[in-house]
């Protein structure tokens, strides 16, 4: 089956680190550039990060909320994505889903992460 | 960063009316610009990529237009499994960014 399956997600309190992964299936996942995408609890989608492919040089990009303590990353031998965050805040508090879109419309379930005391 | 806004915030239709919902961007965007729909719950799904560009699986009465900074999402004669929160996303510049949404409502 074609699908995206994130993991790790959990409470943490403030300043700790969490990283969570998302599996892929189904397509050719070194052809396709894998974003993260987070929905904070009754608000709206916000981008977060973005990796690119090999011929790319794996090139990242993040939101300026995130950049310098997020980090993506990808292993193509194991069709993985993952996403490393550090130093986390109670308004990284969101669902985050792993994305292909808009290139694919693939998404996974999302993974909830809670960063409280 | 590319800011979308979205407008209206919130649109209260009547089952079987046409609407448009409108996303404006911040600077010219040429047709980067994607459209996703997401129900109660649910991870969102894409329903036009590239201003225009119809998606495998979408019903044919979902359709996108526009380019530059103007956009436009229109829905013909809704139906009852339309009203959900829909957001448009620029792709123009590496930094992605959403609109913050469009809520469609039954009235």
């Known amino acids: 089956a074609v699908q995206l399956v994130e993991s790790g997600g959990g409470l943490v309190q403030p300043k700790e680190s969490l990283k969570i992964s998302c599996a892929a299936s189904?397509?050719?996942?070194?052809?396709?550039?894998m974003y993260w995408v987070r929905q904070a609890p009754g608000k709206g989608l916000e981008w977060v990060a973005r990796i690119r492919t090999k011929p790319n040089n794996y090139a990242t990009y993040y939101a300026d909320s995130v950049k310098g303590r997020f980090t993506i990353s990808r292993d193509d031998s194991k069709s993985m994505v993952y996403l490393q965050m550090d130093n986390l805040k109670t308004e990284d508090t969101a669902m985050y889903y792993c994305t292909a879109a808009p290139a694919k419309d693939l998404w996974g379930q999302g993974v909830m992460v809670t960063v409280s005391s | 960063n590319i800011v979308l806004t979205q407008s209206p915030a919130t649109l209260s239709v009547t089952p079987g009316e046409s609407v448009s919902l409108s996303c404006r961007a911040s600077?010219?965007?040429?047709?980067?610009i994607h459209w996703y729909q997401q129900k109660s719950n649910e991870s969102p799904r894409l329903l036009i990529k590239y201003a225009s560009q119809s998606i495998s699986g979408i019903p044919s009465r979902f359709s996108g237009s526009g380019s530059g900074t103007d956009f436009t999402l229109s829905i013909n004669r809704v139906e009852s499994e339309d009203f959900s929160i829909y957001y448009c996303q620029q792709s123009y510049s590496s930094l992605l960014t959403f609109g913050s949404g469009t809520k469609l409502e039954i009235k």
């Open positions: 189904g397509f050719t996942f070194s052809n396709a550039a």
């Open positions: 600077q010219s965007i040429s047709t980067s």
